[in-house]
C-alpha cells in the first residue's frame, strides 16, 4: 500500500515539474519572439509596432516554447511519452483557448482570464498530451 502511495505522489511530482519546465520554456521562447518581434516593427503601424509585434511574438513564441520544453523532455531527458501527442495537446489547447474561448463568451474584456487561461492551458494540455500513449502488454 505504501508503494501505491509513493508511486502515486512521483507520478504527480513528475506531471507537475514538467508542467513548470515546459512552462519556463514557453515563457522564454515567448519572451524571444516578443522582443525579436518588438524590435522589427518598431518603426510601423503609426508608433504600435512594437507593441504589435511584442505582442504577437508572445502568442506566438508561448506555444512554440511549450512544444520545445516537451521535446527537450522527452530526448535530453528521456521521459517516456509521446511528443507528437503532446504536440497535438499544445496546438489544441492553444487554438481552443484563441478561437473558443475569446469569440463566443466575448472574454476580451477580461484580459486576466484569457491570459492566464492561456498560459496555464497549454502546458497542461501538452504534457496531458504527452503523458497520453498506447500501453503495450508486458515489461517496458
Known amino acids: 500500500m505504501q508503494d501505491d502511495s509513493r508511486s502515486a505522489v512521483r507520478a504527480t511530482a513528475s506531471f507537475l515539474g514538467m508542467v513548470l519546465g515546459?512552462?519556463?520554456?514557453?515563457?522564454?521562447?515567448?519572451?524571444?519572439?516578443?522582443l525579436a518581434l518588438a524590435?522589427?516593427?518598431?518603426?510601423?503601424?503609426?508608433?504600435?509596432?512594437?507593441?504589435?509585434?511584442?505582442?504577437?511574438?508572445?502568442?506566438?513564441?508561448y506555444p512554440v516554447g511549450v512544444i520545445v520544453g516537451i521535446v527537450i523532455a522527452h530526448r535530453l531527458i528521456r521521459y517516456r511519452g509521446s511528443p507528437w501527442l503532446g504536440l497535438l495537446g499544445t496546438a489544441l489547447a492553444t487554438a481552443s483557448i484563441i478561437v473558443l474561448f475569446i469569440e463566443?463568451?466575448?472574454?476580451?474584456v477580461y484580459p486576466t482570464v484569457v491570459f492566464s487561461v492561456f498560459f496555464a492551458g497549454a502546458p497542461i494540455f501538452g504534457t496531458i498530451g504527452f503523458h497520453l500513449r498506447r500501453k503495450r502488454n508486458g515489461p517496458d
Do not use: H, W
Open 22 to 34: 515546459t512552462t519556463i520554456v514557453g515563457l522564454g521562447f515567448g519572451l524571444a519572439a516578443g
Open 104 to 108: 463566443p463568451l466575448e472574454q476580451y
Open 39 to 61: 524590435f522589427v516593427l518598431r518603426d510601423t503601424l503609426f508608433g504600435f509596432g512594437a507593441l504589435t509585434g511584442a505582442f504577437l511574438g508572445v502568442i506566438a513564441g
